[in-house]
């Protein structure tokens, strides 16, 4: 359901939306999309932490946040965190950090 509601707060900005994914296997394979602008990412995929999908990420040089209820993040690799529960202006305001 949280997907769902920032998959809609992403369509009202007009963002192209690429997933939403449950699982660290489907992220990873849409970070072999020809044209990803940025990433957000749910700490926690399906029990798994999203850390392999942060990686690929920054290996093709996309900037990513992670969005989390956690905390911080926990991934050593640097990137932004933004808590939640979050709302459209922090995203819309991150993504504009993430890619201007």
């Known amino acids: 359901m949280v997907a769902m509601l920032l998959e809609d707060m ?5 963002v192209e939306v690429v997933g ?7 992220a990873l394979a849409l970070t072999a999309v020809d044209r990803l602008d940025a990433g957000l990412l749910d700490v926690n995929l399906g ?11 920054a290996a093709r040089n996309v900037p990513f946040l992670f969005l ?9 690799g640097g990137g932004e965190t933004l808590q939640k ?3 459209a202006e922090q995203i819309e305001a991150a993504l504009a950090r993430l890619i201007g």
């Open 10 to 14: 992403l369509l009202e900005l007009e």
């Open 20 to 26: 939403p994914v449950a699982t660290v296997a489907e």
């Open 68 to 76: 989390t209820g956690y905390g911080e993040a926990g991934w050593d």
């Open 47 to 57: 029990g798994e932490r999203s850390y392999p999908v942060a990686e690929a990420l």
């Open 85 to 87: 529960p979050y709302r």
